[in-house]
């Protein structure tokens, strides 16, 4: 007999206040994201042997990019009208949330470009390494949505569902449905789309073998997963109810063929022959130094 495991959520988003400041948990996901990201991303720049003011120049051109393009995502790709109307509230209504990651990612991608030209760097070679920070914080920032109690999902008979009690203050606990913690699904796919992209950069050096691969991976599981996830989500628009596939699916499907594409490319070519890294000559030095003594 499997027990009900039905999850009573009524999490305070509110970390703690300031006056009539808020520090939220969503925007503390945010900021953690973004710094494991510029952490990791110095990571990579120092394993492959790169001076120090290209990590450095990565929070302009690749964190900044990513934040506006969010904010931009969401205005313009969910609440058009209203924006479009108030511009102003794209700014003054930051406080409020309203963040989409597509919009994220084409933010992303203009700055990684941007970012590339400025270090004189191969693009594809800023796409490939990006994706692994872009994995692990995706993972992060939909638990700040979880902790908003906002992108849920459809109404289910699942022992693992959640009653998100903030969404149905005026009914009783036994009223409320037991909706798809759908945040969960993702943060747990975008995990194990990191996990991948982890051992393709540092155990089969994709990185530097098959420029492009890493790129086009993580498109198609960040993407793929959101795609086949929106099904058992509810609509975040009143627009979308009558539409077939709604604004998050359709958004997805060019990212999922610019990565079906980006990873044939990739591995259609001849690997690459490439010098060992920084840390692996020294290694080696070290081991030669220590057999003639």
Same mark, same amino acid.
């Given at each position: 007999?499997?027990?009900?495991?039905?999850?009573?959520?009524?999490?305070?988003?509110?970390?703690?206040?300031?006056?009539?400041?808020?520090?939220?948990?969503?925007?503390?996901?945010?900021?953690?994201?973004?710094?494991?990201?510029?952490?990791?991303?110095?990571?990579?720049?120092?394993?492959?042997?790169?001076?120090?003011?290209?990590?450095?120049?990565?929070?302009?051109?690749?964190?900044?990019?990513?934040?506006?393009?969010?904010?931009?995502?969401?205005?313009?790709?969910?609440?058009?009208?209203?924006?479009?109307?108030?511009?102003?509230?794209?700014?003054?209504?930051?406080?409020?949330?309203?963040?989409?990651?597509?919009?994220?990612?084409?933010? $992303? %991608?203009?700055?990684?470009? #941007?970012? =590339?030209?400025?270090?004189? /760097?191969?693009? !594809? @070679? +800023?796409?490939?390494?990006? *994706?692994?920070?872009?994995?692990?914080?995706?993972?992060?920032?939909?638990?700040?949505?979880?902790?908003?109690?906002?992108?849920?999902?459809?109404?289910?008979?699942?022992?693992?569902?959640?009653?998100?009690?903030?969404?149905?203050?005026?009914?009783?606990?036994?009223?409320?449905?037991?909706?798809?913690?759908?945040?969960?699904?993702?943060?747990?796919?975008?995990?194990?789309?990191?996990?991948?992209?982890?051992?393709?950069?540092?155990?089969?050096?994709?990185?530097?073998?098959?420029?492009?691969?890493?790129?086009?991976?993580?498109?198609?599981?960040?993407?793929?997963?959101?795609?086949?996830?929106?099904?058992?989500?509810?609509?975040?628009?009143?627009?979308?109810?009558?539409? $077939? %596939?709604?604004?998050?699916? #359709?958004? =997805?499907?060019?990212?999922? /063929?610019?990565? !079906? @594409? +980006?990873?044939?490319?990739? *591995?259609?070519?001849?690997?690459?022959?490439?010098?060992?890294?920084?840390?692996?000559?020294?290694?080696?030095?070290?081991?030669?130094?220590?057999?003639?003594?």
């Amino acid at each position: 007999m499997i027990l009900p495991m039905t999850v009573v959520w009524d999490f305070d988003p509110v970390l703690f206040s300031i006056g009539t400041f808020d520090i939220r948990y969503y925007g503390l996901m945010w900021a953690l994201a973004i710094l494991g990201g510029m952490l990791f991303f110095d990571r990579v720049c120092r394993r492959e042997g790169l001076p120090q003011q290209v990590s450095e120049s990565i929070f302009l051109y690749g964190i900044l990019a990513t934040v506006l393009g969010a904010r931009l995502g969401h205005c313009l790709f969910y609440e058009p009208g209203y924006f479009l109307t108030h511009p102003w509230a794209i700014v003054t209504g930051f406080r409020n949330g309203g963040m989409a990651s597509h919009g994220a990612a084409i933010g $992303l %991608l203009i700055g990684l470009w #941007l970012f =590339s030209r400025k270090n004189r /760097l191969p693009y !594809v @070679w +800023s796409l490939d390494r990006i *994706m692994i920070p872009v994995a692990i914080g995706g993972a992060i920032v939909r638990l700040g949505n979880l902790f908003n109690s906002e992108i849920v999902g459809c109404a289910t008979e699942a022992s693992w569902g959640f009653k998100f009690v903030r969404l149905y203050r005026n009914l009783p606990l036994e009223q409320i449905p037991v909706q798809h913690p759908t945040q969960i699904y993702e943060a747990l796919c975008y995990v194990a789309v990191f996990v991948v992209l982890a051992i393709l950069y540092y155990g089969r050096d994709m990185g530097r073998r098959h420029p492009g691969v890493m790129f086009g991976v993580g498109l198609i599981g960040i993407f793929l997963t959101r795609f086949l996830i929106e099904f058992v989500k509810m609509e975040q628009e009143s627009f979308e109810q009558n539409m $077939l %596939l709604n604004m998050g699916q #359709l958004l =997805s499907i060019p990212f999922v /063929l610019l990565g !079906v @594409w +980006s990873v044939w490319s990739g *591995m259609r070519r001849t690997p690459l022959s490439l010098p060992s890294l920084p840390e692996e000559r020294t290694a080696g030095r070290g081991t030669k130094q220590r057999r003639t003594k």
